[in-house]
C-alpha cells in the first residue's frame, strides 16, 4: 500500500503541466524554425489571459504602424492600478523584450516565464511580487521581418526584424527622450508603476566568448551607487552560480575583446551612459539588469537562456524582493537629502574592477597569410583565460558642483518639457528673485564626428564664473531636493557626457550667441 501511495504521488508530480495549443508560442510551434510575429504575440496573451484571473493588461502605446503594444501585469491577488500595487507593500519586477527588433529570444522567453507562471511550476512567483511584463517593446521593427537582419544569429532563425523603430535605435534614447516608445515607457511604466527592477533583454552582436549569456548592472555614475553595488556585488553573482547549479550554463560578464592579441588580456564593456535604459534606472535609484544571449548559439538555446535567466532572477527576487525594495527606497532618501556644494561626476572612464576575470572563450589560431601578415581563424575549442582585466566599472573623470536648483528662461520651454519627460516636476518663480550661485560661460561648442540617432552630438568647453543674478516672475526653477536630483543633474550640467547639451538641445541658441560674442552664457543657471 505504501509503495502504491508514493509511486501515485511520483505520477502525480511526473505530470507535466497543461497547456492548450494556442498557449504555445509560434518559436516552439515551428520547432524554432521562426519568431513570433506581433499578432502571434498578442494570440499567445489572450490564450493566457482567457484561462486565468491574475493578468491585467494595459496599452504601452499604439505604435505608428497601428500595434497596440501590451504591458502585461501579473500579480495574486490581481491588481489593475498602481495604486493597488503599492498597497500591497509588494515589490514591482519589470521585464522588457525586444527593445532591438532583430533580437528576439527574449519576446519568446518571456511568453514562456508568463505560461510557466500562470499555469506551470512558477506559480509560486506571484506570492509575493508584482511581474510587468512588455514582451514586444519595439513592435513595428519586430514586423519589419527580413532574411538575414541579424548575420550573428547565422540564420537563426531566417527572418528577423531590425534593430530600429523606424531608423531609430531605442536603447540611446533614454536621456533626449524623442521616440514614441521611450516617452511611453517613462509614462505608463517607469513612472506609473515604478518598478525596483528592470530587465533588459538583448542578443550579442557577435562577440565569441563561450558564455551561453552575458549581463552587467545598472552602472554607477552620478547616480547613488547602493543600487548598482547590489546588483553587481550580490544579486548577479548568485544568479550566475544559480544557472550554473541547476542547468550547467555559463553566464558572465557583458563585454568584448580583441581576439587579434591572443590570448585577450582584457574585457571591456559597453558606454556607461545612461542613454542606456538599463544605466538609465540607476540615476532614478532603482536597479537594472542588461541580458545579452550568445549570438551564436542556436534560436531554441538562446530562448532557453533567456527563459532560464528571467526565470531565475524571478527567483531570487521572489526571496529577496523586500531587501531590493529597501535599499532602492533608502538611495531615494539619501539622494533626496543630499546636501549642495558636493562635488558629482558628469565624464567618466572605463577602469577595471578589483577582480580580474577568469574568460571563457572559443580559441583563435593565429596563422600567416602570403603577404606575410598575421590573421585568425576562430577553432571549435573552448578555453579559459585566467586573470583578464575585467574592465566592467567607472569612475568620474570630471566633476562639477551640485547646486540647490536650476533655474532658466521661460523661454525655454521645450526644456521644461523635456524634465517632465522624465517626471521631473519644473516649477515657476511666483516674484522677482535673486539668486546667488555659478553660471556656465561656453567658450566653443565642438561636435563628435559619428551620428547617433540623427545626432551629431555636442562637447561645450568653457568656464564656470561665481555671480549673482535675477530672474523674473514665471521663469523655471528646478529643485533638487527630491529624489531625482541626480538625474536631474546629469541632464543639466553643461559638460555633462549625455546631457541635454551632449544631445543639442542649445545648439542654435548657443551658436547664435557664439557667432556675436567670444563666449556666450549656459542657458541654465546653477543657484547655490
Request: charged residues 20%; glycine residues 6%; proline residues 4%.
Amino acid at each position: 500500500f505504501t509503495v502504491c501511495v508514493v509511486l501515485g504521488l511520483h505520477s502525480a508530480q511526473a505530470q507535466p503541466p497543461s497547456f492548450t495549443e494556442a498557449m504555445m508560442t509560434a518559436a516552439e510551434r515551428s520547432h524554432y524554425e521562426r519568431t513570433s510575429t506581433f499578432n502571434e504575440v498578442i494570440e499567445v496573451l489572450d490564450a493566457l489571459d482567457s484561462e486565468t484571473d491574475l493578468m491585467y493588461r494595459e496599452t504601452l502605446l499604439l505604435t505608428r504602424e497601428g500595434r497596440d503594444v501590451p504591458i502585461v501585469v501579473l500579480a495574486n491577488p490581481a491588481v489593475s492600478s498602481p495604486a493597488q500595487a503599492e498597497a500591497s507593500g509588494k515589490p514591482v519586477i519589470y521585464i522588457q523584450a525586444n527593445i532591438h527588433g532583430g533580437e528576439v529570444e527574449g519576446k519568446e522567453a518571456s511568453l514562456i516565464a508568463m505560461r510557466d507562471i500562470l499555469f506551470g511550476d512558477k506559480q509560486h512567483l506571484l506570492d509575493n511580487q508584482i511581474l510587468i511584463f512588455v514582451p514586444i517593446y519595439n513592435a513595428d521593427g519586430n514586423d519589419a521581418l527580413r532574411e538575414n537582419s541579424r548575420p550573428n544569429q547565422e540564420l537563426s532563425p531566417v527572418m528577423t526584424g531590425v534593430r530600429t523603430a523606424h531608423g531609430y535605435d531605442l536603447n540611446r534614447d533614454g536621456m533626449i527622450v524623442e521616440a514614441e516608445e521611450t516617452e511611453a515607457l517613462f509614462s505608463n511604466v517607469i513612472q506609473r508603476w515604478d518598478p525596483d527592477l528592470l530587465v533588459d533583454l538583448h542578443t550579442t552582436n557577435g562577440t565569441w566568448h563561450g558564455n551561453s549569456l552575458t549581463y552587467a548592472p545598472s552602472y554607477a555614475t552620478a547616480g547613488d551607487a547602493s543600487t548598482s553595488k547590489y546588483t553587481s556585488e550580490v544579486m548577479l553573482p548568485a544568479l550566475k552560480q544559480s544557472v550554473k547549479e541547476k542547468y550547467n550554463l555559463d553566464f558572465d560578464w557583458y563585454g568584448g575583446y580583441d581576439y587579434r592579441s591572443w590570448p585577450p588580456t582584457e574585457l571591456r564593456t559597453y558606454h556607461h551612459a545612461p542613454r542606456y535604459l538599463t544605466n538609465y534606472m540607476g540615476l532614478r535609484n532603482r536597479m537594472a539588469i542588461l541580458s545579452e544571449t550568445f549570438s551564436h548559439d542556436r534560436f531554441y538555446k538562446r530562448v532557453h537562456t533567456a527563459n532560464v535567466f528571467v526565470e531565475e532572477i524571478l527567483e531570487y527576487t521572489h526571496r529577496h524582493g523586500m531587501t531590493i525594495q529597501q535599499i532602492n527606497r533608502e538611495a531615494d532618501r539619501r539622494v533626496a537629502a543630499a546636501s549642495m556644494g558636493r562635488q558629482n561626476g558628469v565624464q567618466f572612464s572605463m577602469v577595471p574592477r578589483e577582480e580580474p576575470l577568469d574568460l571563457l572563450t572559443y580559441r583563435y589560431i593565429p596563422y600567416q597569410k602570403p603577404d606575410g601578415s598575421t590573421d585568425f581563424v576562430r577553432s571549435a575549442e573552448l578555453v579559459t583565460i585566467e586573470g583578464v582585466l575585467n574592465y566592467n566599472r567607472f569612475e568620474a573623470r570630471k566633476t562639477a558642483l551640485v547646486p540647490s536648483s536650476y533655474i532658466f528662461s521661460a523661454a525655454f520651454s521645450g526644456l521644461a518639457a523635456k524634465l517632465k519627460a522624465h517626471g521631473i516636476r519644473v516649477e515657476t518663480l511666483k516674484a522677482d528673485t535673486a539668486f546667488s550661485g555659478q553660471q556656465f560661460v561656453v567658450h566653443e561648442v565642438a561636435k563628435r564626428t559619428t551620428v547617433q540617432n540623427g545626432h551629431i552630438n555636442s562637447l561645450l568647453s568653457g568656464e564656470f564664473v561665481d555671480t549673482t543674478k535675477t530672474f523674473s516672475r514665471g521663469e523655471y526653477v528646478v529643485s533638487m531636493d527630491g529624489p531625482l536630483a541626480n538625474l536631474i543633474f546629469y541632464l543639466l550640467e553643461p559638460e555633462s557626457d549625455d546631457g541635454f547639451a551632449y544631445w543639442n538641445l542649445f545648439d542654435a541658441f548657443l551658436e547664435e550667441e557664439l557667432s556675436l560674442s567670444e563666449s556666450a552664457e549656459y542657458p541654465i543657471f546653477k543657484a547655490l
